[in-house]
C-alpha cells in the first residue's frame, strides 16, 4: 500500500494541502477520499526515506504525543504563541524522534499554514488530535482543547501500563515454566537414560519422554521452523479484518478476560467521547472518531450501527442499549447525562468508574492466571520426575 500526500477540497469548498492518506493505487485513492467526502485535486507519492530518522522509520508513542500535548498546553496557556511555543519545544527537546516531528510542524506553522494541517501532513498524529485542534482553532479555545488532550493520553498512556504491569509477571512465568521443561528434556533426561538398557521395557510415560527428548535433540530446528510458521501465519491471519475480527470476538467469548476487554472499551469510549464532545464537536462527527480507538472490532462494529441509528434519530443511550456492546451502567449513565444536559460530565465520571473497574478485572485476572500456570508448571516438571523414576524404581527392584 502507497502513502499519497493530496491537495484535496473539504465540504465547504476549501482547500486542504499536504493531506495524507494510504491507498492501493490512484483509483482506490480517489475513491478512499470520496468517502471521506473529499475532492482530489493533487497528489503524489511520498517516498517513505522521508520518514526515516537515523536509519529507523520515525514514529511517536502515545507518550511523547501526551508530553508534547502537555508542554504546549502550558504554554498556550501562559500566552505563548503557537510559533515560538514550537520553537521552544524543539530547542529544548532531547529526543531525536519528537525533536523532528515538532521542527517539522514549526516549519508548516510558521508558512502560514493551521497546526491541523501540520499535524494532517504526516502519519504520527491519532486523528483524535488533529480533528480536537481543528475543533480549537475553529473556537478560538487552542490551549483548553491541547491541555484536555494531554489528560485524554495521560489516561490512555496509564491505562496501557496497567495491562502491560499486570501480565509482566505472567509473561516471566510462562518464559520460565517452558525453558525449565526444555532443560529437563534437553539435559537431564538424556544423562538418566544411559541407566536404561535396551532389552528393558520402559513405562509408556517413559516412552513418550524419550521420544520427546529424542525428537527434540535431533530435530529442534524443525521445532524452531515448524513454530515459526505457526506463528507467523496466525500473525498474518490475524493481520487481516476477518482474522482481526474473528480473534477479538473469540477473546470476548473467554470468561473474565471478555468482561475486561468490555470495561477496557467502556473506558476508552466514554473518555475519547467527553473530550470530544468539550472541545465543541457534534456527536456524529465524535463518534465518527470514537470508533477508531476502542480497539475491539466487535464493539467497533456495535458503534458504527449506533452512529446510523443516530442519524435517525434516536438517543445515543437508546442506540447503545439496542447495540448490547458496552456494560449496562454506560447506557445509565449516557441517558441522565441526556436528560440533565450534563452529557460530558456523566461521560468523564463513567470513565473514571470504569477506570477503577479495569485495575480491578486485570487483578483479578492475573491472581486467577498466576495459579494456573503454576499448576501446569508443576504438573509438567511431575510428570518428568515421575517418568524419569519410575523405570528406576523397577532397576532397584529387579537388583533386589
Known amino acids: ?76 496557556e501562559a500566552g505563548v504563541t503557537l510559533v515560538k511555543a514550537l520553537n521552544i519545544l524543539y530547542l529544548q527537546m532531547d529526543k531525536k524522534n519528537i525533536k523532528e ?27 483524535l488530535m488533529i480533528s480536537m485542534i481543528e475543533a480549537g482553532e475553529a473556537s478560538g479555545k487552542m490551549d483548553n482543547v491541547v491541555l484536555k488532550l494531554a489528560e485524554h493520553f495521560e489516561h490512555d498512556v496509564k491505562l496501557r501500563n496497567k495491562i502491560k504491569t499486570a501480565m509482566t509477571y505472567p509473561v516471566i512465568l510462562s518464559i520460565l515454566c517452558i525453558a525449565v521443561v526444555l532443560i529437563l528434556v534437553a539435559y537431564v533426561l ?20 524419550m521420544a520427546f527428548s529424542n525428537f527434540l535433540t535431533g530435530y529442534w530446528y524443525l521445532m524452531i521452523v515448524v513454530l515459526g510458521l505457526i506463528v507467523f501465519g496466525l500473525r498474518a491471519y490475524i493481520n487481516t479484518e476477518d482474522g482481526k475480527r474473528s480473534w477479538h470476538e473469540f477473546l470476548l467469548k ?42 475491539n472490532r466487535i464493539v467497533m462494529d456495535g458503534l458504527a450501527i449506533t452512529k446510523e441509528d443516530i442519524r435517525k434519530g434516536l438517543p445515543l443511550s437508546q442506540s447503545l442499549r439496542k447495540a448490547d456492546i458496552l456494560p449496562p451502567m454506560v447506557y445509565s449513565m449516557i441517558g441522565i447525562g441526556e436528560e440533565s444536559g450534563t452529557m460530558e460530565m456523566m461521560l468523564e465520571k463513567t470513565a473514571e468508574y470504569y477506570d477503577d473497574e ?15 500456570l503454576i499448576i501446569i508448571m508443576g504438573s509438567v516438571v511431575g510428570f518428568i520426575i515421575i517418568s524419569i523414576l519410575l523405570p528406576v524404581f523397577e532397576i532397584y527392584e529387579s537388583m533386589g
Open 190 to 209: 538424556p544423562v538418566f537414560m544411559t541407566m536404561f538398557t535396551a532389552s528393558m521395557t520402559l513405562p509408556l510415560p517413559t516412552r513418550i519422554l
Open 101 to 127: 516531528a515538532i521542527k517539522r510542524l514549526y516549519e508548516s506553522v510558521q508558512k502560514g499554514e493551521q497546526l491541523s494541517e501540520a499535524l494532517r501532513k504526516d502519519d504520527l498524529y491519532p486523528e
Open 254 to 295: 473467554i470468561p473474565n478476560v471478555g468482561p475486561t476487554i468490555t470495561k477496557i472499551s467502556a473506558v476508552r469510549f466514554t473518555r475519547t467521547l467527553s473530550t470530544l464532545l468539550s472541545s465543541g464537536m457534534t456527536l456524529l462527527q465524535s463518534l465518527e472518531i470514537v470508533i477508531k480507538t476502542v480497539g
Open 358 to 372: 479495569v485495575e480491578n478485572a486485570i487483578q483479578k485476572l492475573v491472581s486467577m492466571i498466576e495459579p494456573i
Open 1 to 76: 500500500m502507497q502513502e499519497y500526500k493530496c491537495t484535496v477540497k473539504q465540504s465547504d469548498g476549501k482547500d486542504l494541502k499536504g493531506y495524507l492518506i494510504k491507498a492501493d493505487d490512484e483509483a482506490d485513492l480517489v475513491l478512499k477520499l470520496k468517502e471521506k467526502k473529499l475532492y482530489l485535486i493533487t497528489y503524489k507519492e511520498v517516498d517513505e526515506k522521508n520518514n526515516i530518522i537515523g536509519g529507523k522509520r520515525l514514529k511517536l508513542s502515545m507518550k511523547d504525543i501526551a508530553m508534547l500535548c502537555r508542554q504546549l498546553g502550558a504554554m498556550l
